[in-house]
């Protein structure tokens, strides 16, 4: 069965205090994993997309790496606008279909 | 930066009404979804669409549900007869060219509780 994992559920840090969030998956014909930001009552806001194992991509504070099992998504020194929920999703299939993690929610406290 | 609106952004309803939720997508897009996430759960898929057809559903989709595209621009969707557990944040999402690795324009959501 196709799953998404992520982990911690919830990461509380410092400001300025760099930390790792951890996508496992298992999904047959993977065609993309992404990553996307949602701040509460709003919808997912996109991130990165990564295709292939070895693939990195940043973007500000925020690097997203993937392997064939899973993906990181590296916060470097985050600030308190850097806390919201972090989804990851993975795609099968040409069209739509994303499956996502529950999320990991990051609060960065000042 | 183009974005996908939906209405209204709260639903009351009472069990066994039908709700009709609305979503404009961004304009040159050809691809149209609809997600839903229950409090504390998962983001899960429900339908896509495209070309005037459903090309993708899930177990979820059934019956109660239907989506249409009425014109040009709208794209919604409607439950027949809800339940409470239809008491969810119905998203819309919208794409391009529905290519793999292409990403997803979410809405900010419409919540739906049934009472």
């Known amino acids: 069965e196709d799953q998404v994992t992520q982990s911690p559920e919830a990461l509380r840090l410092q400001e300025g205090e760099s930390s790792s969030l951890n996508c496992s998956y298992t999904v047959s014909g993977l065609r993309g994993l992404f990553w996307y930001r949602q701040d509460p009552g709003k919808g997912p806001e996109f991130l990165f997309t990564l295709y292939s194992a070895g693939e990195e991509k940043e973007k500000e504070r925020l690097k997203a790496t993937l392997t064939k099992k899973e993906s990181f998504l590296h916060i470097t020194a985050p600030k308190p606008e850097d806390s919201a929920t972090y989804l990851c999703?993975?795609?099968?299939?040409?069209?739509?279909?994303?499956?996502f993690g529950k999320g990991t929610k990051l609060s960065v406290k000042p | 930066e183009p974005e996908v609106t939906q209405t209204p952004s709260h639903q009351v309803t009472q069990m066994g009404q039908e709700v009709i939720l609305r979503c404009v997508p961004i304009?040159?897009?050809?691809?149209f979804y609809w997600y839903r996430q229950i409090l504390g759960q998962k983001v899960e898929f429900l339908v896509s669409f495209y070309n005037n057809e459903i090309s993708e559903k899930s177990e979820i989709f059934d019956d109660q549900f239907s989506v249409e595209r009425p014109d040009g621009s709208n794209f919604t969707l409607k439950i027949r007869s809800t339940k409470l557990e239809d008491s969810a944040m119905y998203f819309c999402?919208?794409?391009?060219?529905?290519?793999?690795?292409?990403?997803?324009?979410f809405g900010s959501g419409t919540q739906l509780s049934v009472l």
């Open positions: 999402a919208s794409s391009e060219q529905g290519l793999a690795n292409e990403k997803l324009f």
């Open positions: 999703a993975v795609r099968r299939g040409s069209q739509g279909n994303l499956i």
């Open positions: 304009s040159n897009h050809l691809y």
